[in-house]
């Protein structure tokens, strides 16, 4: 499956700042160092999410050596979001590629 069109990851961006939004109580911790466009940016197309997502396209269906998914998330998401957050934005552009629908059920929209 390809990469995500920037229009879905906006979407998804857009998603995940309305649902952090609302479920503050969810993050383990605040995004101290993060910006919105560290997330994603969708002008430049760079960000958490298209990293992760590039990182899916470039490893679907590796059976060897593979660069482990924190290895693809940069600075300063790699050492300022806990597992959890990095874990919850990567199962998010998982069901965006694989189940739409979930997706906008869990984000809304």
């Given at each position: 499956m390809a990469a995500l069109p920037i229009a879905t990851r906006t979407l998804?961006?857009?998603g995940l700042m309305q649902w952090w939004s609302e479920h503050s109580h969810a993050l383990e911790?605040?995004?101290?160092?993060i910006s919105k466009a560290d997330i994603y940016n969708p002008t430049a197309n760079t960000g958490l999410i298209?990293?992760?997502d590039d990182w899916m396209d470039t490893h679907q269906g590796n059976t060897g050596s593979t660069v482990g998914v924190n290895g693809a998330i940069q600075e300063p998401c790699k050492s300022?979001?806990?597992v959890a957050t990095k874990g919850f934005v990567l199962a998010l552009v998982v069901l965006a590629r694989?189940?739409?629908e979930m997706?906008?059920?869990v984000i809304g929209g």
């Open positions: 998804l961006w857009q911790q605040p995004f101290s160092g298209a990293q992760l300022n979001l806990t694989y189940n739409p997706a906008r059920q």
